[in-house]
């Protein structure tokens, strides 16, 4: 069958087959909701996204020259990533390989995203969100259940006697829960008084979620989050009479979340764990192999090597744990350029989003739950290493396709809808 290439707009489309369309559409929302089992690898996510990527291949997803950063950030990242490799020491080469491609895997994934949001940025954000709603409160759900023991074979879920559900560690389950929660408190903001009630009923459980994760990290994200989302749609998005419905749902929902908080501390277990975990400095944090003195001498190895030292070499040199630290980590697993890359694409995904946000149009609606989340996940990979969450290449991947398909309203009102 031949293939031809056509130039539509700001896109680049190649003709493909209808059925593997309509393949792709029915995986996407598999694919997304396999985000939350990730006990094993290679994961469902990975599983299936080969197949989704092959579908977008044949069925000839456009690609929208918007996304053109993203990809160049990612070629230059590859050639020193590798090199990077040849660098190790402590390590095989096979073990250096397979994660730096689950690196570079991690990239296309974002990649996809922007260009399978940047066609249809409502349509797309709306099947995107309701799959992971649905993993977020299932995975929340599993992880609260086995906490409580209330679960047949809950230590499976837990780690540390914290909720991870099927996460490796609790301080990625908490984070994963964080942006379907910034699009279900968006919708309770300026949604509709009749799915209010299941709308907080969700946000409920997935808040619950994070709770037990007992992460100090996703507390904060969570929290930060939410105030972003509540500032920035109270300031560019609400109207005056959404504006006094905001201010009661924020004093009722600071009510209920004091005595949410109150209730879960009567479990006396409950109660232990979080005066533990809510200090801002635990034992392993300080000292000079603590978690800061062990980023301080990174950095001065880091400068010593601008080929980089390779994967998993830092923790087999000074102590037996990596960093904990995303931007160093970079610049010591991939090297000068390759760190340089994967930071500068940080960089510029906040940039995107900040710009698009000033501009009037129904798609700042999807941008700011999903800046909302961005911006302290990347305040929080400064101590601790998200370079292979999926969520954070997803949450990327959402803010180049909604910038990438914003349409510029100058002047008058437009429609606006939730996604």
Known sequence: MSIQTTFVGENIKVSGSALAHRLMMMLVPVWIAGGALVMFEPSPYEL???????????????????????????????????????????STLSKGLIFTTVTVFLLITGYFVANFVAEKPFERMRLINKAYIFAAVFAALIGTLAYLGLIPGKD?????????????????????LVLPAAYLWQRILLGDYRKMAMN???????????????????????????????LLNFLLEATPRERIKMIGLAVVGIFALVLGILGLLMIPQVADLFLQRASL????????????????????????????????????????????????????????????????????????????????????????????????????????DIDHWRHLFLVMGIIWGVSAGYDVYKGGQYDRRLP
């Open 48 to 90: 299936v996204f080969v197949a989704v990527f092959a579908c977008a291949m044949l069925a000839g997803m456009p690609i929208s020259r918007r996304t053109n950063t993203y990809l160049m950030a990612t070629l230059l990242f590859i050639p020193p990533a590798f090199v990077a490799i040849l660098q190790m020491q402590y």
């Open 156 to 176: 499976l879920f837990l780690r540390y006697g914290r909720a991870k559900a099927f996460f490796k560690d609790p301080n990625v389950f908490g984070p994963f």
């Open 200 to 230: 907080a009923l969700w946000l409920g459980i997935i808040c619950v979620g994070v709770f037990v994760s007992f992460s100090r990290g996703a507390w904060g994200h969570l929290l930060l989050t939410f105030i972003i989302v509540y």
């Open 281 to 384: 400095v635990q034992s392993y944090d300080g000292g000079e192999t603590g978690r800061f003195g062990r980023q301080a001498w990174g950095y001065a190895l880091a400068l010593n090597n601008p080929l980089g030292i390779g994967p998993w070499q830092f923790d087999q040199m000074l102590v037996l744990e990596q960093p904990h630290n995303t931007y160093l980590k970079v610049f010591l697993d991939y090297g000068w350029l390759g760190g340089g890359a994967f930071v500068w694409l940080i960089l510029m995904t906040l940039r995107r989003a900040v710009v698009s946000m000033a501009i009037p149009s129904p798609n700042r609606l999807l941008m700011i739950p999903a800046f909302a989340t961005f911006l302290p996940l990347i305040l929080e990979a400064a101590i601790i």
